[in-house]
């Protein structure tokens, strides 16, 4: 007997309170991750859509010109994850705590093997009275969008310049925005989308740019 169907864009609830609804008001100790990185969640016209970044050129950065949530690493002032995702939305997309319909969740920590740390997600509702986010540097964020939720839904193979030189990864391609590996994983994840054969950790190579300096994050 064949199971229950399942929704092209994935087996999790449809709105944004049945989302963030799964997952608790908490935040595991600083030790247990070296990153985080926070899902945040608004109503578009048709769907939920979901804020990514992408991040600026640099020679120096692994994540260099990747699609990524807003995220980094644990610095010493953080007191908890929660407090390391809070400080990495202000710093990379202006948004503060008080711009969040709510308490910022409690996800999952998942290891990103590329980066060889542990990355705690979260997720969290843009505020109704929220002004719209943005690069606060155009030295760590390049472009700010908002991806449909269905958008993961679509499976494209897409060359990509890795250290074991180019090769076809998946990923999904919206308005000529690539997102792939640790990103794409968690965000399907999220949206109880399939888990798709892969190479979990491949490992990229950043693109070469006059630009020093380096971004800490756990993008793909």
Do not use: N
Not at 126 to 135: K, Q, R, T, V, W
Request: aromatic content about 6%.
């Amino acid at each position: 007997m064949a199971g229950p169907a399942v929704a092209a864009d994935g087996a999790a609830p449809r709105t944004i309170a049945g989302l963030l609804g799964r997952h608790a008001d908490t935040s595991p100790p600083v030790g247990t991750a070296g990153a985080s990185v926070t899902i945040v969640l608004r109503q578009g016209r048709v769907e939920v859509e979901v804020l990514l970044i992408e991040r600026t050129e640099r020679t120096t950065d692994p994540a260099s010109g990747q699609v990524a949530l807003p995220g980094g690493h644990v610095e010493e002032v953080d007191s908890s994850l929660a407090r390391t995702a809070l400080r990495e939305l202000d710093e990379e997309v202006g948004l503060a705590e008080s711009d969040l319909a709510g308490p910022i969740r409690y996800v999952e920590t998942k290891d990103a093997p590329r980066f060889r740390l542990a990355v705690a997600v979260f997720a969290a509702e843009l505020g109704a009275d929220s002004g719209p986010p943005s690069a606060r540097s155009r030295d760590e964020v390049a472009h700010i969008f908002w991806l449909p939720r269905s958008a993961l839904a679509a499976t494209r193979r897409v060359p990509r310049d890795t250290t074991l030189g180019w090769i076809d990864v998946s990923a999904t391609v919206y308005e000529g925005h690539v997102l792939w590996g640790f990103t794409r994983r968690v965000l399907r994840d999220f949206f109880a989308l399939p888990a798709e054969d892969e190479l979990v950790g491949l490992p990229f190579a950043p693109r070469r740019t006059t630009e020093g300096g380096a971004v800490p994050g756990a993008g793909s």
